[in-house]
C-alpha cells in the first residue's frame, strides 16, 4: 500500500471465518508460502477451516501475539491500522512492523490454475 508509513492491506470476504477476528481489530500477518508449502495452500484455501488451519505448518508467534509461518518465504508481520467495508469484502490495512524472510527462494505461485514457481527465473536474471 505504502512505504510511509511501511503498510500493506489485504481483502476478506466478510462471510470468511477470519473476518470476525480481523474485524474486532487483531493484528495480522501476511506468509508468503514456499514451493514445498503446496498442500498447505490447499489446506487453507479449501477444507481445513478456522482454528484447524494451524495443525499444519511451522507455526510460531510474533512477541506481539500474531501467528506466523516460522518457514515461509516471507512473513510480514503487521498492526492493523485502518478498516473499511466495499460490497461483500473488508479492506484491513497493516503497518508493517516486522519481516521473517527464507534464505531459500522458491515462492509458491498460483498461475493459469496450476502451482508453479519463479526461481529458476530469478536465478537467470541474477
Do not use: M
Not at 10 to 16: D, G
Not at 40 to 65: I, N, T, Y
Not at 77 to 104: M, P, W
Amino acid at each position: 500500500l505504502s512505504t510511509e508509513p511501511p503498510s500493506l492491506l489485504i481483502c476478506v470476504n466478510q462471510s470468511a471465518s477470519l473476518h470476525g477476528v480481523l474485524d474486532a481489530g487483531a493484528d495480522f500477518c501476511v506468509n508468503i508460502l514456499g514451493l514445498e508449502q503446496e498442500e498447505l495452500s490447499h489446506l487453507c484455501s479449501g477444507p481445513v477451516k478456522g482454528e484447524a488451519r494451524f495443525q499444519r505448518g511451522d507455526w510460531r508467534s510474533s512477541e506481539g501475539g500474531i501467528p506466523y509461518l516460522g518457514d515461509a518465504q516471507s512473513a510480514i508481520l503487521c498492526r492493523q491500522d485502518g478498516k473499511f467495508s466495499y460490497g461483500t469484502h473488508s479492506i484491513f490495512i497493516g503497518r508493517i512492523v516486522a519481516i521473517h524472510n527464507s534464505v531459500e527462494i522458491s515462492p509458491l505461485v498460483y498461475l493459469d490454475g496450476a502451482y508453479t514457481t519463479t526461481a529458476p527465473a530469478l536465478a537467470a536474471a541474477c
